[in-house]
């Protein structure tokens, strides 16, 4: 189950990450039309590697965690919503470390 948890924490940092890139650029957006035309090429990019590659990996991520740790419906729910609510993603893994392994993770 540690290898399981450990891909779904990588998953979940990449997947955060780009989510709260998108959000921010999307802020900047608003903010600033000038600046917004120079980054649209990246917006595009990280956008679709975000919602094609990076979030159904994620998923896959978190389905094998939540089946090999037997985790309810509500955990598996909250997982998927965290690919699409910014910073949510840092905080389930936060609490699954704490649930799965409440005295730390093992050493490698």
Aim: include cysteine.
């Amino acid at each position: 189950m540690l290898k399981a948890f450990r891909r779904y924490r990588f998953m979940s940092f990449v997947t955060g990450t780009t989510l709260l890139t998108l959000c921010v650029t999307l802020l900047l957006h608003t903010v600033d039309l000038t600046f917004w035309k120079k980054i649209h090429l990246f917006v595009d990019v990280v956008g679709i590697g975000h919602g094609v590659v990076l979030y159904p990996i994620y998923l896959v991520m978190s389905f094998q965690l939540a089946l090999k740790a037997r985790l309810n419906i509500g955990y598996v729910v909250l997982m998927m919503g965290a690919g699409f609510v910014p910073g949510l993603a840092f905080y389930m893994e936060h609490r699954m470390r704490l649930k799965l392994y409440p005295q730390g993770l093992p050493a490698a």
